[in-house]
């Protein structure tokens, strides 16, 4: 391209690549006074220099599947449940009523990752009632479990408000993209433990709905924890404390928990049912201590109101 071929598209009212790319060569060689033949190579070697690179079909699934992994939960009948357990590129969100029998979904989904898989977790604890040695003694209780090097696969991180989580979890992503500790290069589930406990309801007090905006940061930051870095994000809420209008007669979602609602794209429903199954006789096994009910109350992948009655014994660990 010589400089008389620039001036020439310059008169023609070419300024920039896009200009040249988007206008009829037939109609530019008229206005311009330049050969067609002579545009249309222009046009391929700009093409070819500036257009992003094509992408076939067969590239873009195996970068799925070498990116997207699941992570067990620790027990075959709720993994068949969940079509082989969480995907690293999803948010989980386990609903419960905060009994000991109940967290066994999340400890024993925590228990599996640092033994069976021999990754990472970060637990982020917002409400201080994360109990490290109820996993210690999970960990204990199996023999050929080497305890001390599976406890020191767990980082634990404590905050009670919503600005320090949006800081933990930038810091945590900026840890995660440098990889200089290489406890991150081995990461694999974030548990986040609390929230609508402790955070959302205080959100929801912010006037004119302000606390809708902390809820989209915090659904950006777990969208880039789960997308970025193929990391399984669990969140692990109590039953019941989303906060509800008061201004009208019936119960509603106020605006920030409707918003949180729509963040998960599974939600599991775990209900103690140990008293229940006691006075029925339904529990006969000697070893069983607890006895859950896990529903699939929503999903964008599978057929919700899928339920399954599971078995916790003395030390969490799912029968």
Known sequence: MTAS?????????????VDFVSND?????????????????????????QAAPVVGGCSLFEVVVATTSIVSVGCRKLDSLLEGGILTSEITEVVTDRSSVCDALVMNTIYTVVTAMSKNVVLIDTSNSFDVSHLAAMLASQPEVDAESALNRVR????????????????????????????????????????????????????????CGYVAQLMRQFRHLTTDFCYAVLLCNGDGQLAVSKNTTS?????????????????????NITEESNKCGDTDNRMTHGRVKVMLSASNRLQMGQCIELEVDEHGLFI
């Open 5 to 17: 071929v620039l001036e020439k598209l310059r008169s023609a009212g070419i300024v920039n690549v």
């Open 25 to 49: 060569l037939d109609v530019l060689a008229t206005k311009s006074g330049i050969g067609y033949r002579e545009l249309a190579t222009i046009r391929r070697v700009l093409i070819n220099e």
């Open 156 to 211: 634990i991180v404590k905050c009670f408000d919503v600005l320090t989580l949006l800081s933990k979890l930038s810091i945590l992503c900026e840890a995660s993209s440098l990889s200089n500790d290489s406890f991150y290069s081995s990461m694999k589930l974030v548990v986040i433990n609390g929230i609508v406990d402790c955070i959302i309801p205080s959100l929801s007090r912010i006037h004119n709905n302000a606390g």
């Open 251 to 271: 119960t509603r979602l106020t605006p920030v928990g409707s918003l949180w609602c729509s963040i998960p794209a599974t939600r599991l429903d775990v209900v």
